[in-house]
């Protein structure tokens, strides 16, 4: 992959809502931009990839210890390396993280997540038993949810990202 990050005009106008419902739409993930803080570009509700995701950043510990504590890291890394960074989050889903540049300086993040690596069985059920307390019939249930991806479509959303303009 040639682009390791989406490299913008200054002042171009970008419809970030837009790239976050394409994103939704053709690759079944949730995807948000943030600012260099890491304050939502967008607002209203995320649409999310799966219930299980939805869930876990609705709980209080669930949103610190899987969700926010993966998102900040993996933009302190993408910031470090001005390069797209992706990973497993701590329940076992892949995220990937693709810098907003403009003009040599990290300007935000576009943040995609919410499906396993190739099967389901790499969800980490305990973990998230543990973390947020959901009993193992119901996240059976957000099982049925969730489409796992392939290190194919891993890189083509990394590429759709980087070429938008």
Same mark, same amino acid.
């Given at each position: 992959?040639?682009?390791?990050?989406?490299?913008?005009?200054?002042?171009?106008?970008?419809?970030?809502?837009?790239?976050?419902?394409?994103?939704?739409?053709?690759?079944?993930?949730?995807?948000?931009?943030?600012?260099?803080?890491?304050?939502?570009?967008?607002?209203?509700?995320?649409?999310?990839?799966?219930?299980?995701?939805?869930?876990?950043?609705?709980?209080?510990?669930?949103?610190?210890?899987?969700?926010? +504590?993966? &998102? @900040?890291?993996?933009?302190? /890394?993408?910031?470090?390396?001005?390069? %797209?960074?992706?990973?497993?989050? $701590?329940?076992?889903?892949?995220?990937?993280?693709?810098?907003?540049?403009?003009?040599?300086?990290?300007?935000?993040?576009?943040?995609?997540?919410?499906?396993?690596?190739?099967?389901?069985?790499?969800?980490?059920?305990? +973990?998230? &038993? @543990?973390?947020?307390?959901? /009993?193992?019939?119901?996240?059976?249930? %957000?099982?049925?949810?969730?489409? $796992?991806?392939?290190?194919?479509?891993?890189?083509?959303?990394?590429?759709?990202?980087?070429?938008?303009?």
């Amino acid at each position: 992959m040639k682009n390791k990050t989406l490299s913008l005009k200054k002042h171009a106008d970008i419809d970030w809502g837009f790239l976050e419902s394409m994103l939704h739409e053709n690759y079944h993930v949730h995807a948000l931009t943030i600012d260099r803080e890491g304050g939502r570009r967008t607002h209203g509700k995320i649409v999310w990839a799966n219930k299980l995701c939805s869930l876990l950043k609705a709980s209080p510990v669930g949103e610190d210890r899987v969700w926010s +504590m993966t &998102q @900040r890291s993996m933009c302190c /890394d993408a910031r470090a390396g001005k390069c %797209c960074v992706r990973d497993e989050c $701590p329940a076992g889903l892949i995220k990937i993280v693709v810098p907003i540049v403009i003009e040599n300086n990290i300007d935000g993040f576009v943040c995609v997540g919410g499906r396993p690596y190739v099967s389901t069985d790499r969800i980490y059920t305990d +973990m998230i &038993q @543990r973390v947020i307390g959901l /009993d193992e019939e119901e996240i059976q249930k %957000c099982l049925t949810t969730i489409q $796992p991806i392939d290190y194919r479509t891993i890189k083509e959303i990394m590429a759709c990202i980087t070429s938008f303009n």
